[in-house]
């Protein structure tokens, strides 16, 4: 069959450069420099540039492990809800091992990129306890990085750390020898008894200290009188300071009032303790008003360089954020709750609560599998390459690949593959906004991105007729259906088909004389599908009440089977024990259901795409 080939810009010559790489040549050619602690802060300055400088940022994330079951990942009957609680889990117990950004710049035809692959290994950098990792790993994920001669020592010894924003926050009370600059508080109405003779006091203390300080500043003194001044009063470059001690915030802020007598001359410092109280407020003295600019541009400074050496690869997280620059990803949803979990603060517990927090420091995320709907709304493209040769084949978009790099053989990859697929990203990315440029003719190119941004349900698509809470099964021939309308069978015999378990329930009941379906989610569960409404709930009913007068539907029940609705499959993915086999998680969470029954009107009116051509192949689940 001759395909018509869509002429979208004018052919160019490919560019000779070394660092150069015809459209069509996704190889080990490509220059990729790898970032490990040993030369991070060095990168750190080159890399600043190219973020700001961009129009784009590519991501791709390595980690240990998705899933550990085949029903654990996110499946295509799965409700955003459901997808964005199992890709939580993932995040949650796997771990990064590397992550690649790819800044570029595209330019008609020409793509100039600027390829980083951090390598990553979490760590106790400051020997606090805090944070402790401990994370799974898949062996599948493993082996795959291996066979691309991934080295796992340099990865644990010369891996970069890092930190989350809410570790960090935390780690600051926790060290309890790091000073914290005092922020202005407002006036206290009432005052107490207790506080106004604490006020007193303090006003009185820090008086004389002052006076005393000033007076004569120790002219005449004697060296020795001098030298224990400043061992009693402590020293700050050549400023005097005096520590108040505190018994409870309210102190805190009391001496704060204080201190605002003498904002002129004066610098606060919270004293924290080790469990994440203040102990005392540290009251330090300047000379002048220029002075104090001074000293308070030191303790900046010296706070600046503390958060760097503690933030580690998370540096390169909030320089992304701060560029508000558009992040192209191939799955958003996985990669952005990773990156959530592992550099921001720990999971929300639902989908509108991650994508406000998300969208705090990512304002704009494009993920390429949305945009290819775009071009193949009935199709299933699940990886990069896959879309590269799809594209390939069916549009002319050349793309000049500049890749203007330079670094030590080592940095640069000696021919192995790390990081290559942020490169692809950018690649794939770029011949579709080529295309998409050529498509619009009155409305720019990038306001038609903005159609596929920000969405993090892995079946949406703006083609398609559907809510935010609809189930979409594959991309063609799909039909919709209510959840209600679905039900989730278990029990039968290891290595039944989904076809030979369809005939059995053909024989079984009335309500597989219409039209149904049945879709296998792993070895020991399946999803059967119905298409008129009302016929998922008698059959369940029927099996709960042990069949009836259905003889076939009695036999099935003596071999073991079970059924249940949908809601049960969502409760089971908001419980936090997951078994191997969904079977067993069904079990348990209708045995607890039937202790604790849930109202019927608490439902959610979800609906599902469903697409009869998609099926498991139990042969290609390795793990």
């Not at 490919?14 to 080990?28: A, D, G, R, V």
């Amino acid at each position: 069959m001759i395909q018509r080939r869509l002429f979208c810009a004018q052919a160019s010559t490919i560019l000779q450069h070394p660092n150069t790489i015809k459209n069509n040549s996704f190889n080990k050619k490509w220059r990729i420099k790898q970032v490990k602690k040993s030369n991070f802060n060095q990168v750190m300055e080159e890399i600043k540039p190219h973020i700001f400088n961009s129009d784009f940022i590519a991501v791709s994330l390595q980690r240990t492990g998705s899933y550990s079951s085949p029903w654990q990942k996110v499946l295509p009957s799965d409700t955003p809800e459901i997808a964005y609680l199992k890709a939580k889990r993932s995040a949650e117990r796997f771990q990064l091992l590397q992550f690649a950004v790819c800044p570029f710049t595209l330019r008609a035809s020409k793509l100039t990129a600027y390829p980083y692959n951090f390598h990553l290994f979490p760590r106790d950098e400051l020997k606090i306890g805090m944070p402790s990792y401990s994370f799974a790993c898949q062996t599948s994920y493993l082996t795959s990085m291996a066979q691309l001669g991934f080295d796992f020592n340099s990865c644990i010894y010369d891996g970069i750390s890092y930190i989350s924003r809410a570790q960090e926050s935390s780690m600051k009370h926790l060290t309890g020898n790091s000073l914290m600059r005092a922020h202005a508080v407002q006036s206290s109405s009432t005052l107490s008894t207790a506080d106004s003779v604490f006020i007193q006091r303090i006003k009185s203390r820090i008086k004389t200290w002052i006076n005393v300080c000033k007076d004569s500043k120790g002219a005449h003194e004697d060296p020795m009188v001098k030298a224990l001044r400043k061992v009693v009063e402590g020293d700050h470059g050549s400023r005097p300071c005096i520590d108040v001690d505190v018994c409870s915030e309210r102190q805190v802020q009391l001496v704060l009032e204080v201190v605002k007598e003498y904002a002129d001359e004066t610098v606060p410092l919270l004293i924290p303790a080790k469990d994440g109280s203040t102990q005392g407020v540290r009251i330090v003295l300047t000379s002048s008003n220029e002075d104090k600019d001074l000293y308070e541009k030191q303790l900046q400074d010296l706070e600046e360089e503390q958060s760097k050496n503690v933030r580690g690869f998370r540096e390169v997280i909030d320089l992304i954020s701060a560029s508000r620059k558009p992040i192209v990803a191939h799955n958003s949803l996985d990669d952005f709750s990773f990156i959530h979990s592992k550099f921001m603060s720990p999971l929300p517990l639902s989908l509108d609560q991650f994508k406000s927090s998300l969208s705090s420091s990512f304002p704009y995320i494009i993920d390429l599998g949305h945009l290819m709907k775009e071009f193949n709304p009935n199709g299933n493209i699940k990886n990069v390459p896959a879309a590269s040769s799809f594209l390939r084949s069916r549009f002319f978009a050349p793309i000049d690949i500049d890749i203007p790099l330079e670094g030590t053989p080592d940095e640069m990859n000696k021919g192995k593959i790390y990081g290559h697929n942020v490169l692809q990203i950018s690649h794939v990315f770029a011949k579709l906004y080529s295309i998409t440029k050529c498509r619009q003719q009155k409305e720019e190119a990038s306001l038609a991105l903005d159609n596929f941004a920000n969405i993090f349900d892995q079946h949406s698509s703006p083609l398609l007729d559907d809510s935010n809470e609809d189930i979409k099964i594959s991309s063609s021939s799909m039909r919709k259906l209510s959840c209600d309308d679905v039900a989730f069978l278990w029990g039968f015999r290891c290595g039944l088909t989904a076809g030979k378990l369809k005939e059995l329930l053909s024989k079984s009941h009335k309500a597989f004389s219409d039209e149904f379906d049945v879709q296998l989610v792993d070895k020991s569960c399946a999803v059967v599908a119905f298409w008129q409404p009302g016929i998922a709930a008698a059959f369940i009913n029927a099996m709960a009440s042990g069949g009836d007068c259905d003889e076939g539907l009695k036999e099935l029940i003596l071999e073991g089977f079970k059924a249940t609705n949908y809601e049960t499959y969502k409760r089971v993915c908001n419980t936090s024990n997951w078994d191997s086999n969904l079977a067993d998680s069904l079990d348990q969470v209708v045995a607890s259901a039937n202790q604790c029954p849930v109202d019927d009107h608490e439902k959610s009116p979800y609906e599902i795409w469903w697409d009869d051509k998609t099926v498991l192949n139990l042969d290609d689940i390795k793990l």
